[in-house]
């Protein structure tokens, strides 16, 4: 595609549950982040990957965020038991080396209830 | 470390006049990019800007310009002309190994 999608746009869960949220880079972007962003606020780095190095995971908020890369395609961040206070915004961005602009998805809204 | 600070959290301006919005950082690297990122209500983050710490010259855009002062660690963004459209959250952004992020500024156009 032409850009960084990201899957589902909108996402409702109860408390407790499990969800996958997923990220598709640009092709060819060796550079994949992940950060959230509450309501009125900056963005909170999460985790990178790039390429086939150990992913940088400094900024997993709890063990219960845990995200994964295959290679340079598609990743998945999930949040296991999810609480009222993960409702975000969850952003993924790719980028073509790791020193250079961003791409960002349009983020996945997720709404704990 | 590395911390980006932008310390206007709301700014307005009238269409068609220029606005400028601050930034900071802190870092102890010599070699880096700097970037502003536009995010409207829409939500997508859109690349307004890039700048090369290692290039003295201020990076242009159109109506977009910065003013970057290495040696003071700033990294302004002017808007020129500044149209309805242009209203948004404005990120500052530092990148060396990791991206970091300020906290923002809300502009608002008002016609």
């Known amino acids: 595609g032409a850009g960084v999608s990201q899957s589902p746009s909108n996402k409702v869960t109860e408390k407790g549950k499990d969800v996958e949220l997923r990220c598709d880079p640009i092709?060819?972007?060796?550079?994949l982040y992940w950060y959230r962003q509450r309501l009125g606020q900056g963005l909170e780095f999460l985790i990178y990957f790039q390429g086939n190095s150990a992913p940088d995971k400094s900024g997993l908020p709890s063990d219960r965020f845990s995200a994964e890369r295959t290679g340079e395609s598609v990743s998945t961040l999930t949040i296991q038991r999810t609480q009222q206070e993960d409702s975000a915004v969850y952003l993924c961005a790719s980028s073509l080396v790791i020193r250079n602009e961003q791409f960002f998805g349009p983020g996945t809204r997720l709404t704990v209830l | 470390a590395q911390t980006v600070t932008q310390s206007q959290p709301e700014m307005s301006v009238q269409e068609a006049e220029t606005v400028t919005l601050s930034c900071t950082y802190d870092?102890?690297?010599?070699?880096?990019?700097l970037f502003w990122y536009k995010q409207p209500p829409s939500r997508q983050m859109i690349l307004v800007i890039r700048q090369e710490a290692y290039k003295q010259q201020n990076a242009t855009e159109n109506r977009f310009s910065v003013n970057f002062q290495k040696a003071a660690k700033s990294f302004s963004l002017k808007i020129s002309d500044s149209q309805l459209g242009d209203a948004a959250m404005y990120f500052c952004a530092y990148n060396w190994n990791q991206f970091y992020f300020g906290t923002g500024t809300s502009l608002t156009v008002i016609p």
């Open positions: 092709s060819g972007h060796t550079a």
């Open positions: 870092t102890s690297e010599s070699d880096y990019y």
